[in-house]
């Protein structure tokens, strides 16, 4: 099993900026993706941005530049540095990781830290 711990949310005024991180303990195996998702009430939950298994690395269009993702530790730590943070940013942003488990992808969540953005 593999434990995902986000923190870093909160509230913000517009244009301002928040880092969010997640760390995985547990059982970690290499072969992984991780990645940021994130649903805003009413909505379904889609990807912020994310490593893929071949580290290349996806940011969704509406990131628009304004958000950076990183990684350390064996990739068991990975950050969302948001900036220029707008209202519609306003949501439960989720840590995500798959990886490779003897034969097959096993996935995994984190529990989610709201991010609010106010006018």
């Known amino acids: 099993q593999v434990q995902l711990a986000e923190s870093g949310g909160g509230l913000v005024q517009a244009g301002g900026s928040l880092r969010l991180s997640c760390a995985a303990s547990?059982?970690?195996?290499?072969?992984?993706?991780m990645g940021w998702y994130r649903q805003a009430s009413g909505n379904e939950r889609e990807l912020v941005a994310g490593?893929?298994?071949?580290?290349?690395?996806k940011y969704a269009d509406f990131v628009r530049g304004r958000f950076t993702i990183s990684r350390e530790n064996a990739n068991r730590t990975m950050y969302l540095q948001m900036n220029s943070l707008q209202p519609e940013d306003t949501a439960v942003y989720y840590c995500?990781?798959?990886?490779?488990?003897?034969?097959?992808?096993?996935?995994?969540w984190g529990q989610g830290t709201q991010v609010t953005v106010s006018s």
């Open positions: 547990g059982n970690i195996f290499s072969i992984s993706a």
């Open positions: 490593f893929a298994t071949n580290a290349v690395v």
């Open positions: 995500r990781r798959q990886q490779w488990e003897r034969d097959r992808f096993k996935d995994y």
